[in-house]
């Protein structure tokens, strides 16, 4: 009878208290959206900025001759930018934007270091999240606040 007491005064007996904590905990805190956002930007500045000037300039020459075979630039451009991005996420956990941010990317289900095979997965659905317009929001629309390649890819971007 004092249960149902309590619970029509609302008041928390020290039973519901434990468990509530219990179920915070188990439930993963993903970093915010404005952190990522932030941290994406930051790798675009740091690491594909330089990528794309050494293409542009001293692999195909000039502007023009980007401008002539883009397919091939951009080609080149998405090739190294892959194996510097997996690198950083199969290795370190995080990019230097990630870094910066002191976030991380882990298997949603470990919590541990993500798999190469993640990390392949994880950034094919980030350039098609990008490249997709509607894509871009499903955070904002979502409880958990995932994102299209966390989904794909079973991985988090957790605060350190």
Known sequence: ????????????????????????????????VSSRLRAFLTDTFLI???IFYVVIYFIMGSGEAFSEDRIQGWSIILIIHLLIIIFFWFVK????????????????????????????????????????????????IRKDKKTFQDLISNTIIVPE
């Open 1 to 32: 009878m004092a249960r149902w007491r309590d619970t029509k005064q609302n008041r928390k007996t020290q039973e519901n208290e434990n468990t509530s904590i219990k179920e915070e905990k188990t439930q993963v805190d993903s970093s915010s």
């Open 48 to 50: 594909t900025t330089p």
């Open 93 to 140: 956990n995080q990019t230097p934007g990630l870094k910066a941010y002191a976030l991380k990317v882990v298997d949603a289900t470990s919590k541990g270091k993500i798999s190469l095979i993640q990390s392949l997965i994880r950034y094919v659905a980030t350039l098609f999240a990008v490249v997709s317009f509607f894509l871009i929001f499903l955070p904002f």
